[in-house]
């Protein structure tokens, strides 16, 4: 049981550049998300999916696209990358529309944008 | 929307010292409380949670927390810390939505000196 896996876990890209992130989860989870995790801002909410074949904006959308086209997968997209978008981005999943839910998280992808 | 607050953005500590980190966040309706724990280069990891019941709830690693109401306070204790804690502590919300995404706060790093 793998838990959710981010790949790949480092990257470097010109301006201007594209790139995809991917997100696998095994737990048959329903929620997944995309956060970016900036030094003294904690985590913000890129985008989000509660389930198959939907998805939404979060907190800081601008610059990213989505996709959730199975249930075990979700993509971040960076069609034109930007310095502001080097980060640290992490996925995770819950399993479970209660409140109480935890939410898993994978390793993390470190981006750096040049 | 929720928000969550921590004042005390890094904190040192030698060995044996006790710990308690700030948590603060604004919402008024029924919530979820979480505290996760990032080791260097490492996932987050669930910490503990509180969602109803008893206010003093203990977690992994001899951590707790107390939510005191009034106060909109979730502040995470341990009476003895130890070098292995040294860590970034987030602080995050689950308040009621379509999604039940996480508000975090902007993160305590804590080092605990030998």
């Known amino acids: 049981n793998a838990g959710v896996t981010q790949t790949p876990k480092f990257r470097v890209l010109k301006t201007g550049q594209s790139m995809t992130l991917l997100c696998a989860q095994d737990m048959n989870h329903e929620y997944m998300y995309w956060y970016r995790q900036d030094p003294g801002m904690g985590l913000r909410l890129i985008h989000y999916s509660v389930g198959e074949g939907t998805t939404a904006k979060g907190e800081v959308p601008d610059g990213y696209n989505v996709s959730r086209l199975k249930k075990q997968n979700f993509l971040l997209g960076l069609e034109s990358a930007a310095p502001s978008q080097t980060s640290v981005y992490f996925c995770?999943?819950?399993?479970?529309?209660?409140?109480?839910?935890?939410?898993?998280f994978g390793q993390g992808t470190r981006l750096t944008v040049v | 929307a929720q928000s969550v607050s921590q004042h005390n953005h890094h904190v040192i500590l030698s060995e044996a010292a006790s710990l308690e980190l700030g948590c603060n966040y604004s919402y008024g309706g029924t919530v979820n409380l979480f505290w996760y724990v990032q080791y260097p280069g490492q996932h987050l990891q669930l910490l503990l949670k509180?969602?109803?019941?008893?206010?003093l709830v203990k977690g992994i690693k001899g951590f707790e927390a107390e939510f005191i109401k009034s106060k909109f306070s979730f502040n995470l204790r341990k009476p003895s810390v130890q070098w292995s804690d040294t860590a970034e502590y987030f602080c995050a919300v689950n308040a009621p939505g379509s999604a039940r995404q996480l508000t975090f706060g902007s993160g305590t790093q804590l080092t605990v000196l030998p």
């Open positions: 509180y969602f109803s019941g008893d206010p």
């Open positions: 995770a999943s819950s399993y479970s529309r209660s409140l109480s839910t935890e939410a898993f």
